[in-house]
Each structure stands twice: as structure tokens, then as C-alpha cells.
């Protein structure tokens, strides 16, 4: 049983280090989170795309999921507002492989580095929670993740809502 339960440790480890999803939050300490129970997103609907209509209903859902009610912007205790950002990468690799001075390997060898260069596309999400009174911003979530090319709109529904759920793990912020 216990080696089963390190092998288990090891394959969710193993996945869980392939992920590269970065969430990070932040928030005003002296804000009452505990008087909130409706919100409403409010965005740029100018140049509304599929991508923005599922990251709408990814926060939508998530925020449901905590217990919050969608109101309309008159009504609501808090608003929801988001930006996004997509920019080219590089990454460089260096591995260092093993060259052999004689035939097939054998004697002496020596370790050469070799870079890599990879080109990828960083997506990031900018998740605000303003006052209406005051529109001051009271939390903030920032997710960032490398973008993959998903095969059609529900696998990237799937992943908008991945992203909106994990990004909304701090909100509200645990009390102290």
C-alpha cells in the first residue's frame, strides 16, 4: 500500500509540474468582503469576440459556484472587470549532451552544450473586483498560462473555465 500511495504522489506530482498556469492575487485587507452577494461584468462589449463570451461565462459560472448571484450593473455589490494580453515568448534551452572522442563512444568524452530556442505565446488574464460606489479596485487576479491550441470551442470553454475557477481560488480572501 505504501508504495502504491508513492507512486500515486509521483504521477500527480509529475502532472501537476506540467501545468503552467501562474496564478497570482491581491487585494485591500480593509475592504468587507463578507457584504457581497451580487456582481456584474461589466467589459468592453466592443469587438465582442467568441474568446470574450466564454471568458464572461467562465467568470459567470465560477463566481456562481461561490455562492455569488449575476445582478445587473445597477444592482449588483461589486463588478467584475477583466483585461487580457497575449505576447510572444522565447525560451532558451541549454542541455548539455555527451560526445565521444573515439568510435561508438568508448574512452574518452566530453559534455558540449546545446541550446534550444522555443517561440510560444504567453496568454494573461487581469481579473478586477471594483466598488461601484467608489469604483475602486478590492481584489485583483492575474492569471498567466502558455497558450495551446484547443480543437474546438468546447475544449475551449473547458479551458476558460479551468482558468476562471483557479483564478478565483482567492476570492474572497481567507479572513485572518
Given at each position: ?34 457584504r ?14 467568441p474568446m ?24 449588483a455589490d461589486?463588478?467584475?472587470?477583466f ?36 517561440e510560444?505565446?504567453e ?14 479596485i ?10 495551446k ?24 480572501p481567507?479572513?485572518?
Open positions: 500500500m505504501k508504495g502504491g500511495f508513492v507512486v500515486v504522489f509521483a504521477l500527480l506530482f509529475l502532472f501537476a509540474g506540467c501545468s503552467t498556469l501562474r496564478v497570482t492575487s491581491d487585494y485591500n485587507s480593509s475592504f468587507d468582503f463578507t457581497l452577494k451580487t456582481f456584474a461584468i461589466v467589459y468592453n462589449r466592443h469587438g465582442n469576440s470574450q463570451q466564454r471568458i464572461v461565462e467562465a467568470l459567470t459560472r465560477a463566481f456562481k459556484a461561490k455562492g455569488y448571484v449575476p445582478a445587473s450593473k445597477g444592482k461589486f463588478y467584475v472587470v483585461h487580457t494580453n497575449i505576447k510572444n515568448r522565447r525560451q532558451v534551452i541549454t542541455d548539455y549532451q555527451r560526445v565521444g572522442l573515439y568510435p561508438y563512444g568508448f574512452g574518452t568524452y566530453a559534455m558540449v552544450p546545446i541550446q534550444r530556442e522555443y510560444y505565446k496568454g494573461k488574464i487581469i481579473v478586477d473586483a471594483l466598488d461601484p460606489k467608489t469604483r475602486n478590492f481584489w485583483r487576479g492575474i492569471a498567466t498560462d502558455r497558450l491550441s484547443h480543437k474546438n470551442p468546447d475544449e475551449r470553454m473547458k479551458y476558460a473555465l479551468q482558468v476562471a475557477t483557479e483564478l478565483l481560488k482567492s476570492f474572497p481567507a479572513r485572518r
